[in-house]
């Protein structure tokens, strides 16, 4: 299904008495390559070639070798895909075209169903693909012609097409090649280096945003660039004597927070990608969790980061927490265990700034008393890009223990629901990033993304289908301003593909996926 090309469609099927069924559609336009290009161009004429075939079949002793006829049809491409809007109303011609030439193969009437990949709708629009449609058909047949029947199970909407086909190309954006043709590349310290055969450079690593799902798709559909992607990071550990935060071409940017490379190296290294030397990334990973220049330093010796004295000091105890977990992770599958023993008591810093009696995480000053005043609805300098709500749910790597923080499942479950539903006339919202809201969940920043999935974890599957949906139909919409939040390199396109292919990587690194309900009825991901 995520292929980057679109090849030719093909569906098979049984007919009358047991008779096998191959049904091509293939695409004709003259003076393109569409194997090659894979798109048709809107407002002009084209021409679909419908070839069918009965194969050696049997039929009352009777031994059909072999049967082709070509059937040729010209259609304006608007019009067919308006008729998508009424489905089947635009394909009737070419149903009784091509019962016409069934008609005369069989002397009585039967029903033959055939299940078809409509190939060859795929409308390119400058950067915009809209894909595959699937429409089921059934066919009476008899001596006097065909009476053409169209038979919808679950046919996506065209705009869903449009949806999924768009994040996935948004999804293509980057990373950014920046080897040559030759593997030359400039390195983070400045000097000129070249790529070993076989492999490529890549910069532009949003990796606050793309930890959470953007770099888990990668590993499911493209391993070579997984792999290149963490040569590329542990060159510039290298360069540095740090992996990257945020890095743009041939340097480190230094925005956003955490030392999230280390969650990207663990997750491939724990899925079976291991295209690197995985002693020495383990090393990058343990040297760069202790010299982040946000707050390690307090993290380590405290564990927490005085609100006091950094900004961001809440989100950064917590997400350095998940990113120590991803840590004793890799070091526990190197067997490496005393270093994975410290890591795994690291990643429970997160309960350090954990307040009981407001169930938030709130900023905690150098003294252990908690930063006041407390404003639960107001973006503010303990919190990256967000209000206390967005950070309320975050440890994706124990949700079990922060389930036990709110005193239970009943009291965790009430503040999960209310996440959804509460508004306030009390919202200060400061930050641009803080959009797509629904409650005060806020689909347009990336820390709110694997909330509706917490449903899972406390039984309740049927109220993550129905958020998961919710969000899939009111978060995005195919116009120029159709993602409700920053892009973020990916980052909420990888949360439509996931969503919408019905699982999540809540926790990047534990190797499992939260389940929800899809779009498709059957998706491959190739």
């Known amino acids: 299904l995520l292929l980057r090309r679109i090849g030719g469609a093909e569906q098979r099927g049984i007919g009358p008495q047991g008779h096998a069924v191959h049904v091509q559609l293939d695409p004709v336009l003259p003076g393109v390559d569409f194997a090659h290009h894979g798109f048709l161009v809107p407002g002009t004429v084209h021409h679909m070639l419908a070839r069918l075939e009965f194969r050696n079949v049997e039929r009352r002793g009777r031994r059909l070798f072999l049967f082709r006829r070509n059937v040729q049809f010209g259609t304006d491409l608007g019009k067919l895909l308006e008729g998508l809007l009424v489905p089947g109303l635009a394909f009737l011609p070419v149903l009784h075209d091509l ?16 299940e078809t990949l409509l190939h060859g709708l795929a409308l390119f629009a400058g950067t915009l693909l ?14 006097q012609g065909v009476q053409a029947i169209h038979h919808r199970r679950h046919i996506l909407t065209v705009q869903q097409q449009i949806l999924f086909r768009t994040a996935q190309y948004h999804a293509c954006l980057t990373p950014n090649l920046m080897s040559d043709a030759n593997g030359q590349y400039r390195r983070h310290d400045g000097t ?15 990796l606050w945003d793309t930890f959470r799902a953007w770099h888990p798709l990668q590993t499911l559909i493209d391993t070579t660039l997984v792999n290149d992607m963490i040569f590329s990071m542990l060159d510039m550990y290298d360069a540095t004597g740090e992996l990257p935060i945020w890095p743009l071409a041939s340097g480190e940017t230094g925005t956003m927070i955490g030392y999230h490379a280390v969650s990207v190296i663990a997750d491939a290294y724990l899925k079976g990608i291991r295209g690197f030397d995985a002693e020495h990334a383990l090393e990058a990973m343990i040297r760069s969790s202790n010299r982040n220049k ?18 961001e000091s809440v989100s950064c105890t917590l997400e350095y927490a998940y990113d120590d977990w991803t840590i004793a992770r890799m070091a526990e599958a190197l067997g490496r265990d005393g270093t994975a023993e410290a890591y795994y008591r690291r990643a429970l810093n997160y309960v350090n700034v954990f307040d009981g009696s407001t169930r938030f995480f709130r900023g905690r000053r150098s003294d252990g008393g908690w930063t006041t005043p407390f404003e639960e609805f107001a973006t503010g300098r303990d919190y990256t890009e967000a209000t206390p709500w967005h950070y309320r749910f975050f440890a994706p790597h124990d949700v079990n223990g ?34 797509g809201l629904m409650g005060q969940y806020a689909h347009g920043n990336e820390p709110s993304h694997h909330m509706a999935y917490l449903y899972n974890y406390v039984g309740m599957p049927w109220r993550t289908q129905e958020l998961t949906r919710r969000l899939l139909d009111e978060m995005y919409a195919p116009t120029p301003e159709g993602i409700v939040g920053n892009e973020d390199c990916g980052q909420m396109s990888a949360w439509y593909i996931f969503s919408s292919l019905g699982f999540y990587p809540v926790c990047p690194g534990s190797n499992e996926f939260a389940l929800t309900a899809p779009l498709f009825e059957r998706a491959v991901v190739r």
């Open 99 to 114: 019962g016409g030439q069934l008609a005369h193969v069989f002397n009585e009437a039967f029903t033959l169903t055939l």
């Open 130 to 143: 809209l894909g595959l449609e699937r429409i089921k058909f059934a066919f009476a047949l008899g001596g």
């Open 192 to 206: 000129i280096a070249r790529v070993p055969e076989g492999r490529a450079y890549y910069s532009t690593f949003s």
């Open 294 to 311: 946000k707050g390690s330093d307090y993290y380590v010796a405290t564990g927490f980061i005085p609100s006091n004295i950094r900004r």
């Open 402 to 435: 922060l389930e036990q923080l709110f005193g239970g499942r009943e009291a965790f479950v009430r503040e999960l629901d209310r996440l959804f539903t509460l508004t306030s006339d009390e919202m200060r919202l400061d930050v641009a990033d803080v959009t």
